[in-house]
């Protein structure tokens, strides 16, 4: 395969090797961890959120910023956050999922 064929070139061209561009250093050859399908990019957002975004029991607020999980005796019931200006809340029927 060609991938391992240019990491092997650019180390003989002095580039130190990356092994992990997830880790500690970015800089280097190396082989990047992707995700993809059907020899295409396929990024989480895609791959997960996309296919439910018209689930009723689904909110996606983009640019907001969560101000803090509203708690009921030690459990999560929803969330306080900012978006466009206004403070807002939501309840959960069942769970709580902040991503970032």
Do not use: W
């Not at 990024?43 to 969560?66: D, E, I, W």
């Amino acid at each position: 395969p060609f991938g391992p064929r240019f990491v092997q070139a650019g180390v003989q061209a002095g580039f130190r090797e990356n092994l992990d561009f997830n880790g500690p250093e970015q800089e280097g050859v190396g082989m990047y961890q992707v995700t993809h399908k059907n020899g295409e990019r396929f990024s989480a957002a895609k791959a997960y959120l996309t296919p439910h975004l018209s689930r009723p029991n689904l909110q996606v607020f983009t640019g907001a910023l969560t101000t803090r999980i509203v708690l009921e005796k030690k459990r999560a019931v929803g969330v306080e956050f900012q978006h466009e200006g206004q403070l807002k809340q939501l309840r959960a029927a069942r769970e709580v999922l902040l991503c970032a």
